[in-house]
């Protein structure tokens, strides 16, 4: 029983991090109709622009404004390349897909070659925070502790934006019929380029809360962490924000459970095998596509 | 024949294989990653056949292909018809189920690799031999009925199935095809390395795969080769210190091709273009 607990606790820990990815991954494929797989290599950038500014100096602030300020402007910086093949080729997500698995062995290759040789970094301890409760078996570490409330807090800001402002409203008209959307007056690019803001923001705090978590960084982190976030998408629904919520908590579940009482790498194995039945049984995913 | 050239051209045409395993599920808008998966599978069988049971080469060779066959057959049963991303998702997780398998599999090897498997004579002809043989196969494909629905699938699905295209048995085939093609070019991997590791199957396979066939064009089987040789040359054409950023080449290539010619280096207009054009002046 001890281990179960323990591992919940890690798996909605972990579970939250992913809730975070597939909501931003999401929120692009709705509004700027785009697959972006480079977004976990992004997240990763950021982990190591955390890194890389707590070597340099000890003010945490400066570390989470750096982290998000990389994912912002990063994801900004692909704005053009995905708006130019949406122009050319219409709204096309088998292109952006490509386009964007291109980013990511660019990114990838270029942090295995230049940061450490390609080895991972950890973080500091000060950073992780070292364990809040300790009951037998039972620990809650600061970094878990951090990942689930920042993770709750970020996708509450997050939904409060999406369905209480006017600029969740963009998001939700465009996400509907971008067509309509842009007869009613609904500024598309704009709105288009401000998701890929709120994306970078969000990418920002997953790389922060999940440096805390895991407390290391690696170039192949990214090509990890993307296939589940695409795997988790593809299972909860492709574009469905609520369904991506469930299955993100779902997996981190999963997979610490299995880490639990099975050992190796196996634990991997056996959530995507489980994911591979829903896909193999369901293809529109669990809770309905939304594209 | 050197060393280096004999490995070339042994990995380019493995590499043309794969590339047009993954054209042929493409054609009908399928991206189709789960042939890296069979071509670990076979490529493992083969070479624990032929170390382990001294099975002949000829067998191994018609066992991997049939084998390739049989694993998409069981897969496209259900994703015959599915989306493209649903198709991607099985074939990204396959590929990491099976890597995870190997490296967990003391009997092949595990993280350290498999070696010692025994050479065959003549390799290099043979690949070629059957690099004919499945070019001419699919150039036949491609020009049948068969490839003018999946012309029309991948334009508009919907106008295929009411032109009468049966949309599910159309991935099917393309798919089982594709695999028994990936399933022929592990058991070629394997013979030609004489070893084999897990480390070879990964995300930099499949980016090094979809850089084929979107750069060389993903409208003919014809592109494929062209990118093949190119993107093999790249690491024997350039010093070592740039070759070894390779995947900042490919996927910058990637990209740029995506951007500038999205239908890549030879597409099918260019094609028509050659053709010989009848005058009808007298």
Redesign the interface.
């Known amino acids: 029983m001890e281990i179960f607990i323990a591992q919940l606790v890690s798996g909605i820990a972990l579970g939250s991090i992913y809730v975070l990815l597939v909501t931003g991954f999401n929120l692009m494929l709705l509004v700027a109709k785009i ?1 972006q797989f480079a977004y976990p290599q992004i997240v990763v950038i950021s982990m190591y622009t955390c890194w890389g500014v707590l070597q340099l100096t000890d003010n945490k602030f400066l570390v989470i404004l750096a982290g998000i300020a990389v994912s912002i402007i990063l994801n900004i910086l692909s704005e053009p ?1 995905f708006r ?2 949406t122009t ?2 219409g709204v096309d ?3 952006s ?3 964007s ?6 990114i ?3 942090m295995s ?1 230049s940061i450490n040789y390609g080895f991972p970094v950890a973080f500091p301890s000060e950073w992780v925070g070292g364990n809040l409760l300790s009951f037998g078996l039972i620990t809650v570490s600061k970094g878990q502790l951090y990942a689930l409330i920042g993770s709750i807090i970020a996708v509450l800001i997050f939904f409060y934006l999406l369905y209480r402002t006017n600029q969740g409203r963009f998001f939700r008209a465009i996400a509907e019929n971008r067509f309509a959307a842009c007869l009613v007056g609904i500024p598309i690019i704009k709105t288009s380029v401000f998701s890929y803001f709120i994306v970078g923001v969000l990418g920002g705090i997953t790389a922060i809360l999940f440096s805390m978590l895991i407390g290391s960084v690696s170039p192949w982190l990214g ?1 990890f962490v993307a ?1 589940k976030m ?2 988790v998408s ?1 299972v909860a629904g ?1 574009g469905n924000l609520k369904g991506g919520l469930v299955c993100g908590l779902i997996l981190g579940i999963l997979e610490t459970m299995a880490m639990g009482y099975i050992s ?3 634990s ?2 056996i959530a ?2 489980v ?2 039945v829903v ?3 369901k ?2 995913g669990l809770f309905g ?1 939304k594209i | 024949m050197s060393e280096i050239l004999y490995y070339f051209l042994g990995f380019t045409a493995i590499y043309i294989l794969m590339g047009w395993a993954l054209y042929l599920p493409y054609r009908v ?1 399928q ?1 189709h990653f789960l042939i890296v998966a069979c071509m670990a599978i076979t490529a493992y069988f083969g070479g624990f056949a032929a170390r382990e049971w001294n099975w002949p080469f000829v067998l191994i060779l018609f066992a991997g292909i049939f084998m390739g066959a049989v694993i998409a057959f069981v ?1 496209s049963m ?2 015959g018809k ?5 198709v ?3 074939g ?3 590929v ?2 099976i890597k ?2 190997i ?2 599999w003391r009997l092949l090897g595990g993280t350290v690799g498999f070696f010692h498997i025994p050479t065959v004579n003549n390799l290099l002809p043979i690949i070629y031999i059957l690099l004919f043989v499945v070019g001419f196969l699919i150039y036949k494909i491609d020009h049948s009925r068969w490839g003018r629905a999946a012309s029309v699938v991948f334009v508009d699905s919907e106008v295929a199935v009411t032109l009468g295209v049966d949309i599910k048995k159309l991935g099917m085939f393309f798919q089982i095809m594709a695999c028994a093609i990936a399933g022929m070019a592990g058991i070629l991997d394997a013979f030609l390395v004489n070893s084999l590791s897990p480390e070879f199957f ?3 396979m499949i ?1 090094y795969l ?2 084929i066939l ?1 750069v060389g064009g993903y409208t003919t089987m014809w592109g494929i080769i062209l990118s093949a040789f190119i993107l093999q040359g790249i690491p024997l054409l350039f010093p070592s210190e740039i070759a ?2 390779r ?2 080449i ?6 740029i091709i ?2 500038i010619r ?1 239908e890549g280096l030879i597409t099918r207009k260019m094609l028509w273009g050659l053709k010989p054009k009848v005058s009808y002046n007298k």
């Open positions: 697959i390349i130019k093949i050319t080729q997500i088998n292109a897909f490509v386009a698995m291109g980013m990511a062995m660019v990838m290759d270029i070659h090509e296939l695409l795997a593809i492709l190796g790498s196996w991997n194995v995507f095998v994911m591979l896909v193999l049984i293809p529109q596509s | 808008g991206l897969f259900a994703i599915a989306p493209c991303f649903t991607v998702i099985v990204l997780t396959s990491f189920i995870t398998i490296e967990n990964t995300f930099s980016g979809m850089c979107f070894s950023w995947q900042v490919y996927g910058a290539l990637l990209v995506i951007l999205p």
